[in-house]
Every structure is written in structure tokens, then in C-alpha cells.
């Protein structure tokens, strides 16, 4: 028998839907402010977004950045950040924080992991001593971290894995373990617990998930255990799948995904939330998202470009400074980006802004009910030849109704 349903510490506020595909814009009302959806999460792992200053952060637009309980569990620590007053505290964060479980870095980070009913039982990767994450422990390191949104502990199992016995252990696993998290939830008044969807490319075990899930009516919904090396069109079925299950006026958040692509076709599927270490991840490599793809400014052909990241982007580096930008070029990057950080700063910044702006683009055209046009328009620019299109993309789209091949 499911629990009694928690409070709630936040609002959705539905403010458009897509006539053709199930796109949403939304606000989502949380205790550190207002969240415009859909909206693309940067991930600041260990309470901070590697390149970027909280202020500059904030600047880019961001109302809503990741922590990882595992990591801020090991250092700080729960003491600290008790003492400390949690993680907005810490890194001087006014807006909203939503922290994942640590469950996943303990299955992807530590080969010797052990999962029993009881929890996550590992070595610790600072001195080997045994430790053992429950669904009770990461609950109760998440009210010392103070976020918004907070996860429960979850069974992750790679995707591609073939042992369906295991999978649908995992994903039984999951909802039993998110009883055990609402009840040693401490502050459901200010703290929203998302549950998490498991259950593999199994359609079948992915509503039966789904269904299990919603009944326990937490304030959120994730859709977890993907981004793990499937086929995009079994992530999509996946994506599709679940949102069509869930309920209206509840969030609804796909872990780990971060591509453009991804991010404007989960969208069409129903999604609300992303997040991704990539946008920053491959700025340390040199490379800058644009709307034609992703450049890499260590290129020779760059050494001499005087032109911005990406022309028309209205980021703090790439405007003038007549435009109260920075005005840097592409030729300063190639020059900075193999042996300064300050090219992968600056990259960072550019790599964030575009990602947020995306989401903010792609809300405008879901509220004026042009988001099949806005789609047609991303991919053109994308690509520069419908024979380029992904066949994934093309065949989810079809599925809610946007022909990316037509004329």
C-alpha cells in the first residue's frame, strides 16, 4: 500500500501547451524562486560550476543548477554543511539547487559497488573504508545540502544491460526504496522529493514503473537510467512512453541529457527538465555549441578569425563591448584554449548561455504554438542537407506529429 502523500513546496504553473506535439512551457514556482520550463540544468558537481563564478552563473540566466550528494557528502561533509547552513550557503547560490541521489556515482564511479535491498555498499574512494549509502542516508544528507528539489535513491543498471531479470529487480527495487525515502524525508514543506522512473528500454516495465511511481504522488517525476549508451530511438520510446503516463500538472524530468537535439526532441516528447556535464565538460576541450554544430576553436583555421563564438549570440563574450559584452573573439579563444583557463572559462560561459537561451527559445515558440516551425528551423540550421538529419530524430518527431522531411 502506497504512503500517504507528502506536501508539496512547489507550484507548476502550465502557461502553454503545443497543438501538434506534447510540448510544455511552464514556471515552476520553488522556494528559492521561479523556474521557467522547459529549462536545461548546469551541473555544478561539487557545489560549483567549473570555469564560472556564482555571479557569472546567475548572469547566464540560470535559476536552477545540480549538486551531487555524493560528492558534497564526502567533502564538505554532512557535519560542514550542517554547520554551514547548507549548500546555498556554501557556495553563495541565491537561486535554486536540485541534488541527484549518489546512487549513481557509486554504480559508475566505484567498481566495487555491491547493491543489496538494504542500500549501496562501497569503498571509499579517499582512504577504501566500507560505507554504506541507504535511501535513509541519502535523504538525510539532502536536507543537510538544503536543495529545492532533492532525488531518491534509485536501483541504476545500464540501459544495454540483456538481463531483464535484473532490470525489473532494479526497477521494483526503485519503488521500494522510494517508500523508504518519503518516510525519512524530514522537510517535504521546503524540499520537493522527485521520484524516479526505472525499468530499461522494457516498455512494459516502464509503466508498470510509471504507474507505481505517480501513486506515491511526489511533487516531481523523473525518468531515469538512460543517457547510458542506448539507441536514440529507444530513448525516445522511452521518453514518450513515460510522459504519457504521467500527470499534467507535475514536472517532469529526463536525467542526464544534454545535446541540443536531445534536449528540443524530448521536449516535443513531453519532457520539462535536463542536465548534463557536457555543455562544460566539452568547453574544456575547446569546443563551442552553435546553432550549426559544435566548433572546436583549437582548429588552426580559428587562429586568425576576428569574429565572436558564434555570430549573433547575445552571450557576455560573444557581444561587443559597445554591446556591454567582453568581445571576444574566436582568434583570442584558439589562442588561450590549449594553455590558459581562461579559454575554457570563456567557453563555459559562451557553452551555458546557450543552452539556457536554447530552452528559452524553445519556451517562446511553445506558448506563441509554433514549436513545429521551431523545430523545422533548428534542424535546417543543424544540418545542412535533410539527407543529414538523424533517422531518430526524424522518426520521434514524425510520432507527435512534426514531418522534419516535408516541405
Known amino acids: 500500500m502506497a504512503p500517504v502523500p507528502m506536501p508539496s513546496a512547489l507550484t507548476f504553473e502550465l502557461l502553454g501547451k503545443c497543438s501538434v ?7 515552476l514556482h520553488l522556494p528559492h524562486g521561479p523556474v521557467p520550463l522547459p529549462m536545461f540544468m548546469p551541473v555544478a558537481t561539487q557545489a560549483s560550476l567549473k ?14 543548477c545540480l549538486n551531487n550528494t555524493y560528492h558534497l557528502g564526502l567533502k564538505p561533509g554532512q557535519a560542514a554543511l550542517d554547520a554551514i547552513g547548507g549548500a546555498h550557503r556554501l557556495q553563495s547560490w541565491p537561486h535554486n539547487i536540485l541534488t541527484d541521489s549518489g546512487g549513481f556515482q557509486m554504480v ?23 560505507m554504506l549509502l541507504t535511501p535513509e542516508h541519502s535523504i538525510s544528507l539532502q536536507n ?9 535513491l534509485d536501483d541504476v543498471i545500464v540501459t544495454t544491460s540483456p538481463d531483464l531479470v535484473r532490470m525489473k529487480e532494479a526497477m521494483e527495487r526503485s ?61 525516445c520510446k522511452v521518453v514518450d512512453t513515460c510522459t504519457g503516463l504521467l500527470p499534467e500538472k507535475k514536472p517532469r524530468y529526463v536525467m542526464g541529457v544534454g545535446y541540443p537535439e536531445d534536449l528540443v526532441v ?23 555549441i552553435t546553432d550549426q554544430g559544435v566548433l572546436n576553436i583549437r582548429n588552426a ?81 543543424l544540418y545542412d542537407d535533410k ?21
Open 21 to 27: 506535439t506534447k510540448a510544455r512551457a511552464a514556471t
Open 51 to 64: 570555469g564560472l563564478t556564482p555571479e557569472q552563473l546567475e548572469e547566464a540566466g540560470c535559476r536552477l
Open 108 to 130: 559508475s564511479l566505484l567498481k566495487l559497488a555491491q547493491i543489496t535491498e538494504e542500500g549501496v555498499r562501497f569503498l571509499s574512494p579517499h582512504d577504501g573504508t566500507p
Open 144 to 152: 543537510s545540502i538544503g536543495s529545492d528539489i532533492i532525488m531518491q
Open 175 to 235: 519503488v521500494r526504496w522510494l517508500d523508504r525515502c518519503i518516510k525519512a524525508h524530514k522537510y517535504p514543506e521546503r524540499q520537493n522529493l522527485f521520484c524516479i522512473i526505472q525499468g530499461g528500454l522494457d516498455l512494459d516495465l516502464r509503466r508498470e514503473c510509471t504507474k507505481a511511481m505517480v501513486a506515491r504522488d511526489t511533487p516531481g517525476v523523473a525518468i531515469g537510467g538512460l543517457s547510458g549508451g542506448e539507441a536514440k530511438d529507444e530513448y
Open 266 to 288: 524530448s521536449i516535443a516528447l513531453g519532457a520539462d527538465m535536463f542536465d548534463c556535464v557536457w555543455p562544460t565538460r566539452t568547453a574544456r576541450f575547446g569546443n563551442a
Open 301 to 381: 583555421a580559428y587562429a586568425e578569425d576576428s569574429g565572436p563564438i558564434e555570430e549573433g549570440c547575445r552571450c557576455v563574450c560573444c557581444r561587443s563591448r559597445e554591446d556591454g559584452g567582453l568581445g571576444i573573439t574566436r582568434a583570442y579563444i584558439y589562442h588561450v584554449t590549449a594553455k590558459e583557463t581562461a579559454g575554457a572559462h570563456l567557453l563555459t560561459m559562451h557553452n551555458v548561455h546557450y543552452q539556457l537561451n536554447l530552452m528559452q527559445r524553445a519556451r517562446e515558440a511553445i506558448i506563441e504554438d509554433r514549436y513545429p516551425a521551431f523545430l523545422r528551423d533548428f534542424f535546417a540550421k
Open 387 to 407: 539527407s543529414k538529419y538523424p533517422g531518430w530524430a526524424v522518426t520521434a518527431l514524425r510520432g507527435v506529429g512534426v514531418d522534419l522531411l516535408s516541405d
